[in-house]
């Protein structure tokens, strides 16, 4: 591949720097991996050693009373299934609306696109809050409705600003010019080629949306009563947080199940993420390919 | 030629004709030209329009007093009654500097290490390498923030946690929950290490769609690698970086509520009490809708203003800019 | 080849299609004929309400069938949201679920029971039986818009003092009756090799329930305010204590400033855990069940030696008689006194229900005899059993639990609506009886409490919400700094010479407004009773 014959080892100096980065790469590995090293391991082990420290980088005890707690909840797997539902169609949605919005933006001829932009970032900001969201989605009939998890999530705006500096940075101007000679036609510029040469922004704008949708348990919460409605997040706080009860007060106020409770609670706190996040983790590395795929804008310039 | 006067707009009017367009002809001729970036932009100006501007008459909750017998919008109307309110409690001053000294420090951190992380990542030639350093760096953004805390208080505990161990195995004796000093550090640091590896992606996106025969180029030159980075790497982040960097701006005052309530003890409230717990502080027995959207609104408006000031100057300077 | 937009748009628009067949909800208040929605409020570990058998007994006899929606986590961010849009199920059920302030807030929201009482007979007979449960219910105008719960056998406090009878007994120790006595048992303990393992240095002689920054709670040196003659409830909370009539706030007092000077010279001396400022509950636990057979911790307060302890640890430990402050003191001592059977707004009815005299019917019900015992304790036959006109409380029937933790696994607990009445003998579960056995020593300290006028009613006020926004905004300052104090002051010491800056320094942060408007609702209160 081009670009990777372009890094590979020519001198000493060249060597001396892949050592160095070796290293780096390591420390951040162990960095970065521990922790969550720690969070798998502890996932199975008996509680009360992890939190007196004596669980460091084996498992002890080994249980999976945690796992086996969070799995025989019914709820899991309609959580499960609705998550994928609401993440597959709304990041669909997302992208639609998104990458459209953000190609129009990036037009530097369009001149609307300023006060456009203000009008976008401005409610990255200000927002009527809670009460009128909740009055708004009661009167258009999207509580207690699947849509609620799609719809108003519809434009990120963050997404898309991120997307619009793509588009204005990562394409030539000269791509445009030679394919609008015959008179300017936005649609087919975007669709045939400003998107395919896209791939990376894409996907990043897809993967943004796509964990958004995953970890979203506020909606669920606030506007959803049904639990049949309920996406894998708020199943998950429910374990997560109810197990967390404890935590908060002392163990008297008559008998609130004192630790023995407790002892339930920290092994399906660490088991919890796991099970939340293996999926998400997952789909990356699929993902990943089309960063490297990249842009071949060197092979269309003259 | 029609492609160059179509992109920069101009009329084709033959000098010498009278009065120049009226508005209706202006507005036409812009939409017969632009008509169909409208379109693309349509889907997205409904969705905003409908679901963030509609609810935003719920702001003047801030300058109304809650009567929920009058409705939403009914309530008194006491003008900036909560303001004065919130910038008159003596903890307003302590409040706003500790937000502003987590913020601020979380946002420099958090802004230059996941393009340092990225650089490093992007200069692993194995392919497979690569994907992995990239997979596991940013594994830690899924962590729920209850069992990050929850990790923090087993990692650095006093007596048995590891990185305490660690510390003193170099001979730094460290209370790293107790200390109120090091209560920015460590929050900074676990906020870094959770969040860089998933911020790192877009800059890694970045990268990937840097020109190869630019590093050929330098190659020839007698670039070595650290080079690349600098002359070649770096550049090409610049625009993203400015950009991210206004965003972040934007977030000068946010602070996030949960991860600091948790992580607040005794020990360190002097330094970890922040708008977002004093808000939850008082509104925790109730209902104090008015003087919780005024407070937010604050907040908002404040993090508007550095958003503004930093956009503009990013305009400026680097001729990359929001808006 | 398709776009990926317009693939992206195939996606959508099947998507659409296929789901629209699979819309859950629906309009769901209460419509159909007979049917009462209740939403309730579970302990985090309550298990579904279709499992528990007392539910079809409520049904019968309220004649209707309930739809229950199950909230276990985030009901203050849910309750906002929805009590502001104005939607209330027809019933809400749940320990405090719906507060004073929600009450005073959102009063047209709610049926005004006080007009109802005919309907509810078992609810005017709970009224009448205690003067406290009408308070409780009743709001400063009279209107009754939340009922109260009341159980019996739950101790007087929910505080016991432990000390480690084995390790006394391998020092050849006695129990310490006095403050200054306890600090030469915890060098002991800390000095020699208490438990017997072989390693002097692996005891942690003093150990207590983290401090939340927001107050105190049970099981904290303000414990030990008890050895100067001050009652407290719950610990100490905010600091608000009344005393012959008057309404004070011990963070001010001297008697908390000796607490604090004690406290810190066990502390700087090594007799206190390292982690007790930093620790979460959840290590503060662990660390009392030692390890294995060896306990760790020598002196601490908790619910009963079982639950603080373990099981395997619990029988090391006795529980003692508040500590004096000084040897031969004139001041009686007393302990932290609470109110456990008593609590207040368990369940609460819509205003605008389809089904009135449904509603109506099933709140009666849950204050039915049977009833109550089964909400209280779980379903006959599994939990509970009859026993001649009473009940006995059965052992969990899952071994490995223990009978608290059983009891609020299958049954709403002491969260639902429940009154047991005072002829009803019911043997208690064994976490009650050994918390009540374990309260012996404190017999003659609690004695000395005399609730109606050395324990603030803070549970029996009602404040109004004007009142009671200065109350939190003040006291967001005062604790702030109060708190902050008590950390420093522990650790490092300087209560001697900061003690009158900071006492300063909260008068004028508002503590005195506070206190006044305590003592005014005192006041009130008081005259209400005679």
Same mark, same amino acid.
């Given at each position: 591949?081009?670009?990777?014959s372009?890094?590979r080892?020519?001198?000493?100096?060249d060597?001396?720097?892949?050592?160095v980065?070796?290293?780096?790469?390591?420390?951040?590995?162990?960095?970065?991996?521990?922790?969550?090293?720690?969070?798998?391991i502890?996932?199975?082990?008996?509680?009360?050693?992890?939190?007196?420290g004596?669980?460091?980088?084996?498992?002890?005890?080994?249980?999976?009373?945690?796992?086996?707690?969070?799995?025989a909840?019914?709820?899991i797997?309609?959580?499960?299934?609705?998550?994928?539902?609401?993440t597959v169609?709304?990041?669909?949605?997302?992208?639609?609306?998104t990458l459209?919005?953000?190609?129009?933006?990036s037009?530097r001829e369009?001149?609307?696109?300023?006060a456009?932009?203000?009008?976008?970032?401005?409610?990255?900001?200000?927002?009527?809050?809670?009460?009128?969201?909740?009055?708004?989605?009661?009167?258009?009939?999207?509580l207690?409705?699947?849509?609620?998890?799609?719809?108003?999530?519809?434009?990120?705006?963050?997404?898309?600003?991120?997307?619009?500096a793509?588009?204005?940075?990562?394409?030539?101007?000269?791509?445009?010019?030679?394919?609008?000679?015959d008179?300017?036609?936005?649609?087919?510029?975007?669709?045939?080629?400003a998107?395919p040469l896209?791939?990376?922004?894409?996907?990043?704008?897809?993967?943004?949306?796509?964990?958004?949708?995953?970890?979203d348990?506020?909606?669920?919460?606030?506007?959803?009563?049904?639990?049949?409605?309920?996406?894998?997040?708020?199943?998950l706080?429910?374990?997560l947080?109810?197990?967390?009860?404890?935590?908060?007060?002392a163990?008297?106020?008559?008998?609130?199940?004192?630790?023995y409770?407790q002892?339930?609670?920290?092994?399906?706190?660490?088991?919890?993420?796991?099970?939340?996040t293996?999926?998400?983790?997952?789909?990356?590395?699929?993902?990943?390919?089309?960063?490297?795929?990249g842009?071949?804008?060197?092979?269309?310039?003259? | 030629?029609t492609?160059?006067r179509?992109?920069?707009?101009?009329?084709?009017?033959?000098?010498g004709?009278?009065?120049?367009p009226?508005?209706a002809?202006?507005?036409?001729?812009?939409l017969?030209?632009?008509?169909?970036l409208?379109?693309?932009?349509?889907p997205a100006?409904?969705?905003?329009?409908?679901?963030?501007?509609v609810?935003?008459?719920?702001?003047?909750?801030?300058f109304?007093?809650f009567?929920f017998?009058?409705?939403?919008?009914?309530?008194r109307?006491?003008?900036?009654?909560y303001?004065?309110?919130?910038?008159?409690?003596?903890?307003?001053?302590t409040?706003?500097?500790?937000?502003?000294?987590?913020?601020?420090?979380?946002?420099?951190?958090?802004?230059?290490?996941?393009?340092?992380?990225?650089?490093?990542?992007?200069q692993?030639?194995?392919?497979?390498?690569?994907?992995f350093?990239?997979?596991a760096?940013?594994?830690?953004?899924f962590?729920?923030i209850?069992?990050?805390?929850?990790?923090?208080?087993?990692?650095?505990?006093p007596?048995?946690?590891?990185?305490?161990?660690?510390?003193?195995?170099?001979?730094?004796?460290?209370?790293?929950?107790g200390?109120p000093?090091?209560?920015?550090?460590?929050?900074?640091?676990?906020?870094v290490?959770?969040?860089c590896?998933?911020?790192?992606?877009i800059?890694?996106?970045a990268l990937?769609?840097?020109?190869?025969?630019?590093?050929?180029?330098?190659?020839?030159?007698?670039?070595?690698?650290?080079?690349?980075i600098?002359?070649?790497?770096i550049?090409?982040?610049?625009?993203?970086?400015?950009?991210?960097?206004?965003?972040?701006?934007?977030g000068v005052?946010s602070?996030?509520?949960?991860?600091i309530?948790l992580?607040?003890?005794?020990?360190?409230?002097p330094?970890?009490?922040?708008?977002?717990?004093?808000?939850y502080?008082?509104?925790?027995?109730?209902?104090?809708?008015?003087?919780g959207?005024?407070?937010?609104?604050?907040?908002?408006?404040?993090n508007?203003?550095f958003?503004?000031?930093?956009?503009?100057?990013?305009?400026?300077?680097?001729?990359?800019s929001?808006? | 080849?398709m776009?990926?937009?317009?693939?992206?748009?195939?996606?959508?628009?099947?998507?659409?299609?296929?789901?629209?067949?699979?819309?859950?909800?629906?309009?769901?208040?209460?419509?159909?004929?007979?049917?009462?929605?209740?939403?309730?409020v579970?302990?985090?570990?309550?298990?579904?309400?279709a499992?528990?058998?007392?539910?079809?007994d409520?049904?019968?006899?309220?004649?209707?069938?309930?739809?229950?929606e199950?909230?276990?986590? $985030? !009901?203050?961010?849910?309750?906002?949201?929805?009590?502001? &849009? /104005?939607?209330?199920?027809d =019933?809400?059920? @749940?320990?405090?679920?719906?507060t004073?302030?929600?009450?005073?807030?959102?009063?047209?929201l709610?049926?005004?029971?006080?007009?109802?009482?005919?309907?509810?007979?078992?609810?005017?007979?709970?009224?009448?039986?205690h003067?406290?449960?009408?308070?409780?219910?009743?709001?400063s105008?009279?209107?009754?818009?939340?009922?109260?719960?009341?159980?019996?056998y739950?101790?007087?406090?929910?505080?016991?003092?432990?000390?480690n009878?084995?390790?006394l007994?391998?020092?050849?120790?006695?129990?310490p009756?006095?403050?200054?006595?306890?600090?030469?048992?915890?060098v002991a303990?800390?000095e020699?090799?208490?438990?017997?393992?072989g390693?002097?240095?692996?005891e942690?002689?003093? $150990? !207590?329930?983290?401090v939340d920054?927001a107050?105190f709670a &049970? /099981?904290?040196?303000?414990? =030990?305010?008890? @050895?100067?003659?001050?009652p407290?409830?719950?610990?100490?909370?905010?600091g608000?204590v009344?005393?012959?009539?008057?309404?004070?706030?011990?963070?001010?007092?001297?008697?908390?400033r000796?607490?604090?000077?004690?406290?810190?010279r066990?502390?700087?001396?090594?007799?206190?855990?390292?982690?007790?400022m930093?620790?979460?509950?959840?290590a503060?636990?662990?660390v009392?069940r030692?390890?294995?057979?060896?306990?760790?911790?020598?002196f601490?307060w908790?619910?009963?030696?079982?639950?603080?302890?373990?099981?395997?640890?619990?029988?090391?430990?006795?529980?003692t008689?508040?500590?004096?402050?000084?040897?031969?003191?004139?001041?009686?001592?007393?302990?932290?006194?609470?109110?456990?059977?008593?609590?207040?707004?368990?369940i609460?009815?819509?205003a605008?229900?389809?089904?009135?005299?449904?509603?109506?019917?099933?709140?009666?019900a849950?204050?039915?005899?049977?009833?109550?015992v089964?909400?209280?304790?779980?379903?006959?036959g599994?939990?509970?059993?009859?026993?001649?006109?009473?009940?006995t409380v059965?052992?969990?029937?899952d071994?490995?639990s223990?009978p608290?933790?059983?009891?609020?696994t299958?049954?709403?607990?002491?969260?639902?609506?429940?009154?047991?009445?005072?002829?009803?003998?019911?043997?208690?579960?064994?976490d009650?009886?050994?918390?009540?056995?374990?309260?012996?020593?404190?017999?003659e300290?609690?004695?000395?409490?005399?609730?109606?006028?050395?324990?603030?009613?803070?549970?029996?006020?009602?404040?109004?919400?004007?009142?009671q926004?200065t109350?939190?905004?003040?006291?967001t300052?005062?604790?702030?700094?109060a708190?902050?104090?008590f950390g420093?002051?522990v650790?490092e010491?300087?209560?001697e010479?900061?003690?009158?800056?900071?006492?300063?320094?909260?008068?004028?942060?508002?503590?005195?407004?506070?206190?006044?408007?305590?003592?005014?609702?005192?006041?009130?209160?008081?005259?209400?009773?005679?």
């Amino acid at each position: 591949m081009k670009r990777l014959s372009a890094l590979r080892a020519r001198t000493p100096g060249d060597i001396a720097f892949s050592v160095v980065l070796a290293v780096v790469c390591a420390v951040i590995l162990f960095v970065t991996i521990y922790p969550l090293w720690f969070v798998a391991i502890a996932s199975i082990s008996e509680p009360r050693l992890v939190a007196t420290g004596q669980v460091t980088f084996l498992p002890q005890n080994i249980s999976l009373f945690g796992y086996e707690q969070i799995f025989a909840d019914e709820r899991i797997w309609t959580g499960y299934r609705n998550t994928v539902v609401y993440t597959v169609v709304g990041t669909a949605l997302n992208m639609v609306v998104t990458l459209p919005a953000a190609f129009a933006l990036s037009r530097r001829e369009f001149r609307p696109r300023r006060a456009l932009m203000l009008f976008f970032a401005f409610t990255m900001f200000f927002s009527g809050g809670l009460i009128p969201q909740y009055l708004l989605y009661r009167d258009i009939g999207l509580l207690d409705n699947w849509l609620v998890f799609v719809l108003p999530t519809a434009l990120n705006v963050y997404n898309l600003i991120i997307a619009r500096a793509f588009f204005e940075n990562a394409l030539p101007e000269e791509l445009f010019e030679a394919a609008t000679l015959d008179g300017v036609d936005y649609f087919r510029y975007f669709l045939n080629i400003a998107l395919p040469l896209s791939k990376a922004i894409v996907s990043v704008i897809a993967l943004y949306y796509l964990v958004q949708h995953w970890n979203d348990f506020f909606t669920g919460l606030i506007f959803v009563r049904d639990y049949q409605l309920q996406p894998l997040q708020i199943v998950l706080r429910d374990i997560l947080l109810s197990n967390q009860a404890f935590a908060g007060g002392a163990g008297g106020a008559g008998g609130s199940g004192g630790a023995y409770g407790q002892d339930f609670a920290d092994q399906i706190k660490y088991g919890v993420i796991i099970v939340s996040t293996l999926p998400v983790l997952l789909l990356y590395p699929f993902l990943q390919k089309y960063f490297e795929k990249g842009v071949m804008i060197g092979s269309v310039k003259g | 030629m029609t492609l160059v006067r179509e992109r920069t707009g101009l009329a084709a009017a033959p000098a010498g004709r009278g009065t120049p367009p009226g508005r209706a002809e202006r507005v036409r001729r812009h939409l017969s030209r632009y008509w169909q970036l409208w379109v693309l932009l349509l889907p997205a100006i409904g969705f905003t329009a409908v679901f963030a501007y509609v609810p935003m008459y719920g702001i003047q909750l801030a300058f109304r007093e809650f009567d929920f017998q009058a409705g939403l919008t009914g309530g008194r109307w006491v003008g900036l009654k909560y303001f004065e309110i919130f910038f008159d409690s003596p903890m307003f001053g302590t409040v706003l500097r500790n937000t502003l000294t987590i913020s601020i420090a979380t946002l420099v951190v958090g802004f230059l290490a996941p393009i340092a992380l990225a650089l490093v990542i992007n200069q692993i030639v194995n392919a497979t390498r690569k994907r992995f350093m990239q997979t596991a760096t940013y594994l830690p953004h899924f962590i729920s923030i209850v069992v990050v805390v929850g990790m923090l208080q087993v990692l650095l505990n006093p007596s048995n946690g590891t990185v305490t161990r660690l510390f003193s195995g170099f001979g730094l004796d460290l209370d790293l929950l107790g200390d109120p000093d090091l209560f920015v550090p460590v929050y900074v640091i676990s906020e870094v290490w959770q969040h860089c590896g998933w911020n790192s992606i877009i800059y890694l996106a970045a990268l990937a769609s840097v020109d190869t025969q630019l590093y050929e180029a330098a190659r020839i030159d007698g670039a070595n690698r650290l080079h690349l980075i600098r002359h070649v790497d770096i550049p090409a982040l610049v625009p993203t970086m400015i950009i991210l960097f206004i965003l972040t701006m934007g977030g000068v005052l946010s602070t996030g509520f949960e991860k600091i309530w948790l992580m607040q003890n005794a020990l360190n409230l002097p330094v970890s009490e922040v708008i977002a717990t004093y808000t939850y502080r008082i509104g925790i027995l109730g209902n104090q809708f008015s003087l919780g959207t005024a407070i937010g609104l604050f907040n908002t408006l404040i993090n508007f203003l550095f958003l503004v000031v930093t956009n503009w100057l990013a305009k400026k300077f680097a001729d990359t800019s929001l808006w | 080849m398709m776009s990926r937009t317009h693939r992206a748009g195939a996606v959508l628009a099947t998507g659409a299609l296929l789901l629209t067949g699979c819309t859950g909800g629906g309009d769901s208040s209460g419509a159909a004929d007979g049917t009462v929605d209740i939403l309730v409020v579970k302990h985090g570990l309550t298990g579904p309400m279709a499992d528990m058998g007392w539910v079809a007994d409520l049904e019968k006899k309220a004649g209707v069938k309930i739809r229950w929606e199950e909230v276990s986590a $985030d !009901w203050s961010q849910k309750k906002a949201t929805m009590l502001a &849009a /104005g939607e209330v199920p027809d =019933l809400i059920v @749940g320990g405090n679920a719906v507060t004073n302030a929600d009450l005073a807030t959102y009063s047209s929201l709610f049926e005004d029971l006080s007009d109802d009482l005919d309907a509810l007979p078992n609810v005017q007979g709970m009224l009448d039986s205690h003067a406290e449960l009408a308070a409780m219910a009743t709001r400063s105008s009279g209107e009754v818009y939340a009922l109260p719960s009341y159980r019996r056998y739950w101790p007087e406090t929910i505080s016991r003092q432990y000390v480690n009878q084995e390790w006394l007994d391998n020092l050849g120790l006695d129990v310490p009756t006095t403050w200054d006595e306890l600090f030469d048992v915890l060098v002991a303990f800390k000095e020699q090799d208490a438990n017997g393992n072989g390693d002097p240095d692996d005891e942690i002689p003093w $150990d !207590w329930n983290p401090v939340d920054p927001a107050g105190f709670a &049970a /099981g904290q040196p303000t414990m =030990l305010l008890s @050895g100067l003659g001050l009652p407290t409830t719950y610990g100490g909370g905010q600091g608000y204590v009344v005393e012959d009539g008057k309404v004070l706030n011990f963070l001010v007092d001297e008697r908390y400033r000796e607490v604090i000077e004690f406290t810190h010279r066990a502390y700087a001396a090594g007799l206190v855990s390292k982690q007790v400022m930093t620790q979460d509950y959840s290590a503060f636990q662990s660390v009392g069940r030692g390890d294995g057979d060896v306990a760790k911790v020598g002196f601490s307060w908790g619910w009963t030696a079982s639950d603080r302890f373990g099981a395997r640890l619990a029988d090391q430990y006795t529980s003692t008689a508040p500590l004096e402050a000084e040897a031969g003191q004139s001041t009686p001592v007393t302990w932290n006194y609470d109110t456990e059977n008593f609590s207040p707004n368990h369940i609460v009815m819509s205003a605008d229900t389809a089904d009135r005299d449904g509603a109506l019917a099933v709140i009666d019900a849950f204050y039915d005899p049977e009833i109550s015992v089964q909400v209280l304790w779980g379903d006959l036959g599994t939990n509970v059993e009859r026993d001649g006109d009473g009940y006995t409380v059965l052992p969990p029937a899952d071994e490995n639990s223990d009978p608290s933790t059983w009891k609020w696994t299958t049954t709403l607990a002491d969260a639902g609506p429940h009154w047991i009445r005072d002829d009803v003998d019911v043997e208690p579960p064994a976490d009650l009886a050994e918390a009540t056995e374990q309260s012996e020593p404190l017999r003659e300290a609690l004695a000395n409490v005399d609730p109606d006028t050395d324990i603030y009613p803070f549970k029996y006020v009602n404040i109004s919400t004007e009142d009671q926004s200065t109350i939190t905004l003040n006291d967001t300052t005062v604790l702030n700094l109060a708190m902050t104090a008590f950390g420093r002051w522990v650790t490092e010491g300087g209560v001697e010479e900061e003690w009158d800056d900071y006492v300063a320094q909260l008068e004028s942060a508002g503590l005195p407004q506070n206190v006044e408007i305590y003592q005014r609702y005192y006041d009130e209160y008081v005259a209400s009773r005679s």
